[in-house]
Every structure is written in structure tokens, then in C-alpha cells.
């Protein structure tokens, strides 16, 4: 998260300090919604103008309690931003899958703030078969665990409204999940090994995925992943990615045996993906791509999520220059 707190006249220290406590929670709130670090970057900056002016005085109605005037206030601007993008998504060449959020496989604790099962590619991946309206009823009263009235009041709808928004919610969401059968899904089962991944855990698997890749190891790999595993990866028209997911271990794995050799990567890093187990390729052309492998619950993996389109991994590039 990126944000730039300079006071006006009349925030108090301890009202910056208040917003920044829980300008975290805020932050991933407009992050699931919108998909986009950069938009939730943005969101938070219009967050903290509002958070200023309702403490000055300069907006009917100061901000009583941080985390609920924070939660509402993103939930708000990052709806309106995706109503204003709504054009853009419309056509989009082939799967579209959200920003995503790199931190260390060694030490995670220093990257995401939230839990990451609910800032999974692949949770966020489901979450975009809901309506903007309906996603962001579901996740202040499942994720944000607003009480029903409060979440009703923070998008500016009755209760009624709001049980019928998250009846919708669920429904979608569950129907969503027979297209990606793997995807951690906190907001419908809480089973155990649904949560995030144990960092020996991920290493482990994310470098046995990798090694029998590269050898060629088609027997290995078939043990690594679930019978039926998806592949998705996102372009966005400016890189090359399937159009379509691949589907089931057979044709998986001849889609990753067969682009490994036709393009290797120059270097290949560890990485933690919106804390699942993943990594991160660069390629001679100048190019790269995030993937995140997401765990079916036995140990296999049950999805591959790929990032290659260039205008989503502009963060992760610089975090990875050292310039952000």
C-alpha cells in the first residue's frame, strides 16, 4: 500500500494515527473489489482527503468510528471506479485476473497485511463473477465482519437490500466455483487447509513444479498436480497467453512441458502470490510473468493462475527494482 499522509490544518495526530491503524483493512477492502493495487493505491489517497476534511469540519457528519467510516468510505470510491471501468472490461482478450500481490517466500510476514485466503488470485478470480454491488455487500459483512445494519448503512441501502444482495452474492459465488473447483474459498468453506499456504510448504511445492517443468519430468509432474487442474493466464492483448483455460492434468502438462521449451525463462524466483505458493519468471524479450499455484487441499496443485500482461506487474517490477 502506498499512501502519502500530509496533514490540513485541524487533523489532529492522534485522527492520523486512527486512519493509518486501520487504512490496511481499507486498503484490501478496494483491492478485492477492484482487483487493481494501483486503484486501491488511488482509493486510499481520496480516503485519507475525506478522512481530513470530515475531521476539519469541512463535510457534514465527522467520521465517530475509524474502522467503519474507513471500510465505508473505500467501499464507495472503489465502486465508482469500477462503474467508470466498466467499458474497459467489457471485451477483454481472454481470462482477466486481478493485480497480483508479491511478497517473500522465506518471510511473508513482511509482505501482506491481511489474511490471504481472502486475498487469493483465486478467491478474487470467483469474485469477479459477482456484480460489483453484490461482491461488496458480501465481503464487508463476510470478510470486513460488519454487523448487517452497518454494512446496510456503508453502501447506502436498507437491510432488506443488503440479505438480498448477500443471498445473490453466495449463489453466484458458489456457481462460480465449478469453473475453478481448487480456489480457497473462506466465504463458503471453512475447512481446514483452506487458509493460506505454510511457507516451507509452498517452497516445497512451488520448486517441484518448477523442476519438473524444466526437466521435462512428465511422470512428477502428474503426481504434483490434481487430475482437474485449470490453467489461466492473462495477456490482456499485449502479451502472449492462452485465450481460453486449460483444462484437466493431460493437457495441462503438455501446455507447460511444450511453452518451457519453445521460450525458458532467463531467471525464476520464489515468491509468495497473494499468499499462495508461486513465482516469478523473466524472460530474454524483456517480458515476465507472476503464476500462482493454488493448493487443492492434498497436497497437489489445483490451479494455475498466470499474470503476463505488463500493465498489471508494474508494482511488482519495481518492488522487485527495489523502487517501491
Not at 499512501?3 to 495526530?13: D, E, H, K, N, Q
Not at 453484490?134 to 445494519?149: G, K, T, W, Y
Not at 503426481?223 to 492483448?237: C, N, Q
Not at 486449460?246 to 497473494?274: C, E, M, W, Y
Request: proline letters at 7%.
Amino acid at each position: 500500500m502506498s499512501l502519502t499522509t500530509s496533514a490540513m490544518p485541524g487533523t489532529s495526530a492522534a485522527r492520523t494515527d486512527a486512519f493509518l491503524a486501520h487504512a490496511p483493512a481499507a486498503w484490501a477492502q478496494a483491492y478485492r473489489l477492484t482487483g487493481s493495487s494501483a486503484d486501491a493505491d488511488d482509493v486510499m489517497q481520496d480516503a485519507w482527503l475525506r478522512w481530513q476534511r470530515a475531521e476539519a469540519g469541512a463535510e457534514a457528519g465527522r467520521p465517530r468510528e475509524p474502522r467503519a467510516f474507513l471500510l465505508s468510505v473505500a467501499t464507495r470510491l472503489a465502486l465508482d471506479r469500477l462503474r467508470s471501468r466498466r467499458r474497459a472490461r467489457t471485451g477483454y482478450p481472454g481470462p482477466w485476473l486481478p493485480e497480483p500481490l508479491v511478497s517473500d517466500i522465506v518471510a511473508p510476514e513482511a509482505g501482506l497485511t491481511e489474511t490471504t485466503e481472502t486475498l487469493s488470485l483465486a478467491l478474487l478470480r470467483l469474485m469477479e463473477r459477482v456484480p460489483p454491488s453484490e461482491r461488496a455487500a458480501l465481503l464487508l459483512v463476510e470478510v470486513a465482519e460488519m454487523e448487517a445494519d452497518e454494512a446496510a448503512d456503508a453502501l447506502g441501502i436498507t437491510p432488506v437490500a443488503l440479505r438480498q444482495r448477500l443471498s445473490r452474492a453466495r449463489r453466484r459465488l458458489a456457481a462460480a466455483r465449478a469453473e475453478l473447483p481448487a480456489a480457497a474459498d473462506p466465504l463458503l468453506d471453512r475447512s481446514p487447509g483452506s487458509g493460506s499456504a505454510d511457507p516451507e510448504a509452498a517452497r516445497a511445492l512451488a520448486e517441484a513444479v518448477l523442476k519438473a517443468v524444466a526437466s521435462g519430468d512428465e511422470v512428477m509432474l502428474r503426481r504434483l498436480l490434481a487430475p482437474e487442474i485449470v490453467l489461466e493466464s492473462d495477456g490482456g492483448g499485449k502479451a502472449a497467453a492462452a485465450l481460453n483455460p486449460i483444462r484437466g492434468i493431460d493437457k495441462v502438462v503438455r501446455f507447460l512441458i511444450s511453452i518451457t521449451r519453445k521460450h525458458p525463462a532467463q531467471s525464476v524466483r520464489l515468491a509468495l502470490v497473494n499468499g499462495a505458493p508461486g513465482f516469478i519468471q523473466d524472460f530474454p524479450d524483456g517480458s515476465m510473468s507472476v503464476s500462482a499455484l493454488v493448493p487443492d487441499g492434498q497436497g497437489r496443485v489445483g490451479a494455475i493462475l498466470t499474470m503476463r500482461n505488463p500493465d498489471k506487474l508494474g508494482a511488482v517490477r519495481r518492488l522487485l527494482d527495489g523502487c517501491g
